[in-house]
C-alpha cells in the first residue's frame, strides 16, 4: 500500500485502517525481501499474517456506524459495474427512459448468471474521475428511475425477474431534476414495483442513501451487504439538520442506525450478506461470489411462486414494516 | 430564505395585527383568521393547523376521526439534542396531538370521502410510522368503504428520528395507493406549503389528481439542499406550485377559499356523483363582512336547495369556473409574482 494512500484514509474516515495497511504493507515489504535475497523469511511473514487476520477482525468486529458508513463508500469497493463484470456470463446493457435521456447514474440490461436471466437494473458510480463525473457519483436524475421502471416493466413482458443493486448516495438534488419531477419519478417506482409481476431481488452493495435507494429497492427480497449502509437521510444532511453542524455526522450515523445490524433487527431488509474479512474491498472477488450465491437462491424461490402470490407477499412486507402503538399500550408500558 | 418561513413562531402571535411572510403588509389579526389564514394583500397562504384545514374543508358535523390512538415508539433510542421519546412526548402535550396526521371519514358539500391531513405544527409534519400507517389506513378506508381518498400534505418530509424505518413509509403509503388503485379506487393529493423529502416522494406525487395551494413550496430536495449543492442561486419561484404546474407536475392550482367547491366538483366527477355548478364556498369578502367573522358551513350538497352561503356572492352568481375567475380577479395576485425571494 502506498503512502499515498495512507494519507487518504486519515481524511475519508477510514483512520481505523491505517495499522492493517501498514501491517499489510510490512508483509509486502518482507515477502520482496525473501525473494531478492532468497532468505527464509516464511516463518516471520505467517506470523505477521496471522497476527493481520487477528488484528482485522478485531477492526471490523467492532467498527462503528460511521466507520461502516466509510467501508460502503470506500473507492475499491465492488461496484456494480464489478459485478456484471465478474458476476454475469452476458450483459446487454439497454438505455434510455425513453421520455428525456439515459441517465449514466443507473445502468441496466438483460443479464445471463448460470442458469439464470434477468433484467439487471444498477446505480453506477464510476471508477475513475472521468466515469464518475458521468455517472454524477451515483447520483441519478428523474431519468434514471424513469429508465429503470420502463426496463422493469420490459423484463415483465419478458417474464424476466428484476435484479436491482442499490449505491447511491441519494438522488440528485438539482434544478433540472427537480424541473424534471425526482420526487414524482421515485414515488411512481415505488408504486409500479407493488404492481409488477415478476420477481424483484434488492441489494444493497454500498451505500443506501434515502429516496434515491428505495426508488429501485422495493424487493420481495432485500439483502445488504454487512458493512453496507441504507438511511433515509445521509449522516451528514442529518447531523446539519438536527445537531447544525455537519462535523457530528459520526453521532448521527450512529443515531440512524443505518447499519445492516440494525435493518436487519427491525425487519426492514430480509438478510445481511456477509463480507470477506477485512471488508468487501480487501475481496472484490469473494464479495461477489457471496451475493451471487444469495440471488441463485433467492431467484429459485421466487421464480417458483405465481405472481399474484409474489405481489400479495410483496405488499404485505412492505405494509408491516414500522407498525406504531395504541397510545393505551404505551402508557401501559 | 423562503425554506425558513413556516418554521417561525410568528404566524401565530398573539397580537392584533400580523405581519405577511411574503409581502410585509400588516394584516389584522381576525380578518386574517377569518380568511383561513391568507394574506389579504398578496394572496400568500400560510401553512393551516391541522384542525383548522378539517374545519375548513369537510361539512360541519361530518367529520368523524379514526386511528387517532395511534402513537409512535422511540424504537431506535435517537439521541440528539433530546431523547426523541422525551421530544415526542413533549410535542405530544403541547400540540394535544398524538401525531403529526389527522384521518377520519367526512363528507364534503355532501360527497361521502376519506380525509388525511398532516399537521404541520407536530414536528413539522415529518413522516414517521404514526403518520405513514395513518395514511395506509386511510387509503385502505377508502377502499373498502368505496369512497375517494383525499390526502392533503404538509410535511418537512420523512422523520429521521426514525430512521429507517420512517424511510420504509415511503413504500407503505405507495403500497396502499397500489391496492387502491387495482381496486378501482380513487385518490387526491393536495400538496400545501411546505410538502418536500419523502412525502412529496411517495403517496402524495402518486394520487390521481394533485392539487397544490398556490405559491406552496413542493420538491424533493429542499433549497436549501439544492443551492449548496449546485452553489448557485436557486431562479425566482423555483419549486413553488406556479412553478409545477408549469412544468407539467400537477393538475390545478386551487385557492384556499375555492378548494372545498373544487373537491366536491373533483369528486363528483371520480365517482359519478351529481354535483351543482354554483356550490362553491362564499368568498373571503362576505364570510369577513359576515357578523361572526366565521362563517357557518355549507351544507350537505345533497340536500335540497342552494348551499347556505352562496347568495351572499352577489353578482358573482354566474355558475362554475366563470364565477371562480370573476372572483379571483383583482382580489389575489399571483403568489409567485408577489414573492421577492
New interface residues.
Given amino acids: 500500500m502506498t503512502e499515498h494512500k495512507q494519507a487518504d484514509t486519515q481524511q475519508n474516515g477510514l483512520g481505523f485502517e491505517r495499522p492493517l495497511l501498514e501491517m499489510e504493507q510490512k508483509i509486502e515489504e518482507l515477502k520482496r525481501l525473501a525473494q531478492s535475497t532468497h532468505l527464509d523469511l516464511s516463518g516471520e511473514i505467517l506470523a505477521l499474517e496471522e497476527r493481520l487476520r487477528t488484528q482485522t477482525a478485531e477492526v471490523y468486529g467492532n467498527l462503528s456506524a460511521w466507520e461502516k458508513v466509510n467501508v460502503a463508500r470506500h473507492a475499491e469497493r465492488p461496484m456494480t459495474s464489478d459485478y456484471i463484470q465478474t458476476m454475469l456470463d452476458d450483459f446487454v446493457e439497454l438505455h434510455g427512459d425513453r421520455l428525456f435521456g439515459d441517465d449514466r447514474a443507473i445502468v441496466t440490461g438483460l443479464a445471463t448468471m448460470g442458469r439464470h436471466r434477468f433484467m439487471l437494473i444498477g446505480h453506477r458510480k464510476g471508477k475513475t474521475v472521468k466515469d464518475r463525473l458521468a455517472c454524477n457519483f451515483g447520483c441519478a436524475h428523474p431519468e434514471g428511475y424513469r429508465k429503470a421502471l420502463q426496463k422493469m416493466r420490459l423484463a415483465e413482458r419478458m417474464r424476466l425477474p428484476v435484479v436491482t443493486f442499490i449505491n447511491t448516495p441519494g438522488?440528485?438534488?438539482?434544478?433540472g431534476?427537480?424541473?424534471?419531477?425526482?420526487?414524482?419519478a421515485?414515488?411512481?417506482n415505488?408504486?409500479?414495483m407493488?404492481?409488477l409481476s415478476v420477481p424483484i431481488v434488492s441489494i444493497v452493495i454500498g451505500e443506501g442513501g434515502?429516496?434515491g435507494a428505495?426508488?429501485i429497492?422495493?424487493g420481495d427480497r432485500v439483502g445488504i451487504l454487512e458493512h453496507a449502509y441504507?438511511?433515509?437521510?445521509s449522516p451528514e444532511?442529518?447531523a446539519a439538520?438536527?445537531?447544525k453542524s455537519g462535523e457530528k455526522a459520526p453521532?448521527?450515523a450512529e443515531?440512524?442506525?443505518?447499519t445492516s445490524g440494525?435493518?436487519l433487527q427491525?425487519g426492514?431488509v430480509d438478510e445481511v450478506i456477509p463480507e470477506p474479512l477485512g471488508g468487501a474491498h480487501r475481496d472484490p472477488q469473494g464479495t461477489i461470489q457471496n451475493v451471487r450465491s444469495r440471488l441463485e437462491t433467492w431467484l429459485d424461490e421466487l421464480t417458483a411462486l405465481p405472481s399474484e402470490e409474489l405481489k400479495e407477499q410483496?405488499?404485505r412486507k412492505?405494509?408491516g414494516?414500522?407498525?406504531?402503538?395504541?397510545?393505551?399500550e404505551?402508557a401501559g408500558s | 430564505m423562503a425554506w425558513t418561513r413556516f418554521s417561525k413562531k410568528k404566524d401565530m402571535p398573539g397580537g392584533l395585527w400580523i405581519k405577511c411572510d411574503d409581502c410585509g403588509a400588516m394584516l389584522f389579526r381576525k380578518e386574517f383568521e377569518a380568511r383561513h389564514r391568507v394574506c389579504a394583500s398578496c394572496g400568500y397562504h400560510f401553512t393551516l393547523p391541522g384542525r383548522e384545514r378539517i374545519r375548513l374543508t369537510v361539512d360541519e358535523g361530518s367529520f368523524e376521526e379514526l386511528f387517532d390512538d395511534l402513537v409512535a415508539e422511540d424504537r431506535l433510542g435517537f439521541v440528539d439534542r433530546q431523547p426523541y421519546g422525551e421530544k415526542l412526548a413533549a410535542t405530544r402535550e403541547k400540540t394535544r396531538e398524538n401525531d403529526a396526521m389527522i384521518v377520519g371519514t367526512a363528507t364534503i358539500q355532501g360527497h361521502p370521502c376519506v380525509i388525511g391531513v398532516m399537521n404541520f405544527q407536530f414536528l413539522g409534519g415529518s413522516m414517521g410510522m404514526v403518520v405513514g400507517e395513518k395514511i395506509s389506513l386511510a387509503i385502505e378506508t377508502a377502499r373498502e368503504q368505496g369512497v375517494p381518498v383525499i390526502l392533503f400534505s404538509c410535511s418537512g418530509g420523512a422523520r429521521m428520528h426514525e430512521g429507517a424505518i420512517s424511510l420504509m413509509q415511503m413504500a407503505k403509503t405507495c403500497a396502499a395507493l397500489s391496492k387502491l388503485r387495482a381496486a378501482g379506487g380513487f385518490s387526491i393529493s393536495v400538496m400545501t406549503h411546505p410538502t418536500t423529502g419523502g412525502v412529496t416522494a411517495s403517496f402524495a406525487s402518486v394520487c390521481d389528481l394533485l392539487l397544490a395551494e398556490p405559491g406552496a413550496l413542493i420538491g424533493f430536495a429542499g433549497p436549501r439542499v439544492i443551492a449548496t449543492t449546485i452553489k448557485k442561486e436557486l431562479p425566482k419561484g423555483f419549486q413553488r406550485a406556479e412553478f409545477l404546474l408549469e412544468k407539467g407536475q400537477i393538475d390545478r392550482i386551487v385557492a384556499r377559499d375555492e378548494m372545498r367547491g373544487e373537491l366536491a366538483r373533483l369528486i363528483a366527477y371520480a365517482t359519478g356523483a351529481p354535483f351543482r355548478l354554483d356550490e362553491t364556498l362564499p368568498t373571503p369578502e362576505a364570510r369577513v363582512a359576515g357578523s361572526n367573522g366565521r362563517e357557518s358551513q355549507a351544507g350537505p350538497a345533497g340536500a335540497s336547495g342552494p348551499a347556505v352561503d352562496s347568495a351572499a356572492g352577489g353578482d358573482d352568481a354566474a355558475p362554475g369556473d366563470a364565477s371562480r375567475k370573476a372572483r379571483s380577479n383583482g382580489r389575489r395576485k399571483p403568489a409567485a409574482a408577489a414573492r421577492k425571494s
Fill in positions: 438522488a440528485y438534488p438539482g434544478i431534476a427537480e424541473e424534471r419531477g425526482q420526487a414524482a421515485i414515488a411512481t415505488i408504486l409500479e407493488f404492481d434515502s429516496g428505495l426508488g429497492g422495493v441504507y438511511s433515509v437521510i444532511g442529518c439538520i438536527l445537531w453521532e448521527a443515531a440512524l442506525k443505518l440494525h435493518l427491525h426492514l410483496r405488499f412492505f405494509r414494516m414500522g407498525l406504531p402503538v395504541h397510545a393505551a404505551l
